[in-house]
């Protein structure tokens, strides 16, 4: 692997084998260690120990020193076939190795091992480099040591989990720790609280309180969501949020989804669930009359909350939650109206992602291995979908395995200003659902056929969303989305009058708007909007009650003198009506 990094697999090959190395240089450094996996990530490795000396910070650079010294030592990477015998001999006294050993041995798996120098040896399939000094140019760092359970399992061994991150180059690494830093800066959990959106609570874990400039954003997509629903024929219902495990049992979700939701026993006959998501209820609504061709597409669309029940450990601020909305859609098609329906959605994501200036990806989910129904009708829903995407896409990725267990799905990945990749969007074509729930229409011919239902999401989580878009514009919001749109300043207290009539005229046009009456000087309170990061603030004195004009300050810090009020609304209310991405300076509306 000499030369220049070239590819994924080079990459990947050289944080594993720095993940060997890393082990290595534990085991000289401390005492009786136990060594467990080291896989390669992301963006380098990690590898978890059990060891009796417990790692803080303060180790980081005696650690990476020792790394670098056996990369310095050019030794070998060896590469041996061996027995199960053999295996367990080599690793006698090491637990986490046998446990590893017993488990390839009943899969009848072939084990390895992988010298690294003559003393020190790991179980590995491979593959490495030849010699740790094409290891050279490798620039890597420890970012943290965190507990880990011994297979993820809470029942078993806490581990030291030391994480690395590791770049074929220094400018590389460096350019990795300036996203980070720039990540750090825009972390939603600690803006989201700072400019007042939301909070959470030890008391209800991965489920968000919402604060009304928060929660006053999520009614905004909200509405926007269902302004274009209802340009396109979408039905809003609302249904239960608990219910008899009997319609779970019918969906299949309680066979194949059980462990994520939350159980509320009543009886030994009354088992009810908190609905998890919103597509058997979506079933039972179709199921309540006997329906039509005509009636088809039938959508019904619904953003009821949700709950599910995530791994200790798992949650993560807005993106990954225990309690949720989503902006569903179950829509009810024939077979002949799939290709129309999937791309009328496909349209739909246009709108929704371009207005946020987000470029997404579509990715194909296919057949999982617990999938439910007819592989027949899996082959044909794939097969359906591939023409579809190949038809508007051309070329697009398949992500084998990975589709819900009824049908295969499309999902729709973007990328944001850090160009990290999020999933948001998903369409699932489900032959499955349908005819579980016996559902029938009556066809031109009078024959009772089953529908095909596409379920649909845009934003996908609306707490993940909102999470993603904190970070995206690092808190400094598009101006038709932003819960606060002016903040208006009066200089002195006999200027409060006029500040009032000019917020009850924003009123009137629907400008949301704050005014800070306090008794602070200007400076204050113009820094203490600055710090809610405002689209305008605006400010009046002696000069703007004079004239009847107001001054404004942008949120980059331009200050525009004398604009008149009707054409800052005029301007305010386009923004509003056009979705418009960036904000308006008013250069020209300045006198």
């Known amino acids: 692997m000499s030369g220049e990094i070239k590819n994924k697999e080079e990459i990947e090959i050289g944080r594993h084998t720095l993940a060997h190395v890393l082990a290595k240089a534990v085991t000289e450094l401390y005492d009786n260690v136990k060594l467990a996996i080291g896989p390669y990530i992301d963006n380098g490795f990690y590898y978890d120990f059990d060891m009796p000396h417990v790692l803080t910070e303060n180790d980081f650079e005696q650690i990476q020193k020792k790394m670098a010294e056996i990369i310095s030592r050019k030794e070998d990477l060896k590469r041996e076939q061996i027995t199960v015998q053999e295996a367990k001999k080599i690793f006698a006294d090491q637990k986490y190795k046998l446990e590893l050993i017993e488990d390839l041995e009943k899969k009848s798996e072939d084990m390895s091992v ?7 040896v790991d179980l590995c399939r491979g593959p490495h480099v030849s010699n740790t000094s094409e290891l050279k140019n490798w620039a890597f760092k420890i970012s ?24 074929p180059s220094k400018p ?44 006053k954003m999520f009614n905004i997509l909200l509405d926007f969501w269902r302004e274009e ?50 597509c058997p209820n979506a079933m039972k609504v179709y199921q309540k009359k006997v329906r039509s061709y005509r009636e088809l597409p ?26 949720f909305r989503q902006d569903d859609s179950h829509n009810f098609i024939t077979e002949d109206q799939i290709s129309s329906e999937i791309n009328s959605i496909l349209d739909i994501a246009d709108l929704f992602y371009n207005i946020f200036g987000l470029k997404y990806t579509p990715v194909l989910s296919t057949r999982p291995e617990d999938f439910m129904g007819d592989i027949k009708l899996w082959d044909r829903a794939e097969s359906e979908l591939k023409e579809i995407l190949t038809t508007r896409y051309g070329d697009f990725e398949i992500n084998e395995g990975d589709g819900a267990f009824y049908g295969p799905k499309i999902d729709i990945l973007i990328k944001d200003c850090l160009n990290r990749t999020w999933q948001l969007g998903t369409i699932q074509l489900d032959f499955q659902l349908p005819r579980n729930f016996d559902l029938t229409y009556t066809d031109k011919d009078g024959t009772q056929k089953t529908p095909v239902v596409v379920h649909r999401v845009i934003y ?28 208006i300043v009066p200089v002195k207290p006999e200027h409060n009058n006029y500040a009032q009539k000019i917020s009850q005229e924003l009123n009137k046009y629907k400008i949301r708007n704050e005014i800070d009456l306090s008794d602070n000087n200007m400076g ?23 004239n009847q004009t107001i001054s404004i300050r942008t949120r980059t810090g331009a200050q525009k003198n004398n604009i008149k009020l009707e054409k800052f609304i005029e301007v305010c209310q386009n923004m509003n009506t056009t979705h418009a991405l960036e904000l308006s300076d008013f250069s020209e509306e300045a006198e």
């Open 298 to 323: 039938l959508r019904y669309s619904d953003c009821d909350v949700l709950h599910r029940k995530e791994v200790s450990g798992t949650l993560h601020g807005l993106f990954r939650v225990q309690m």
């Open 460 to 487: 996908g989580s609306l707490e993940r969303f909102m999470g993603i878009l904190i970070e995206h514009f690092a808190g400094k919001f598009p101006f038709w989305i932003s819960a606060v749109q002016a903040g």
């Open 172 to 215: 590389e690494l460096k350019e990795y720790l300036n996203f980070l830093e720039e990540a750090k800066k825009r972390d939603h959990r600690k803006l989201g609280p700072q400019l007042d959106l939301f909070f959470m609570d030890e008391t209800a874990p991965g489920m968000p309180y919402w604060l009304p400039k928060g929660w």
């Open 114 to 120: 992988y010298y690294l120098g003559d003393d020190f």
């Open 229 to 278: 629903n209802e340009k396109r024929n979408y039905q809003e219902i609302s249904s239960p949020l608990v219910n008899h495990n009997v319609l779970w049992k019918t969906s299949g979700h309680w066979d194949h989804y059980q462990e994520n939701m939350f159980i509320v026993p009543i009886s030994e006959e009354q088992v009810f669930a908190v609905k998890p998501m919103n």
């Open 524 to 546: 204050t309170k113009i820094k203490n909007f600055r710090h809610e990061m405002l689209p305008y603030i605006i400010i009046v004195g002696d000069e703007e009650e004079k």
């Open 144 to 167: 943290s040591v965190a507990g880990a359970y011994w297979r993820g399992d809470e029942k078993n061994s806490m581990l030291q989990r030391v994480y690395v991150y590791a770049f």
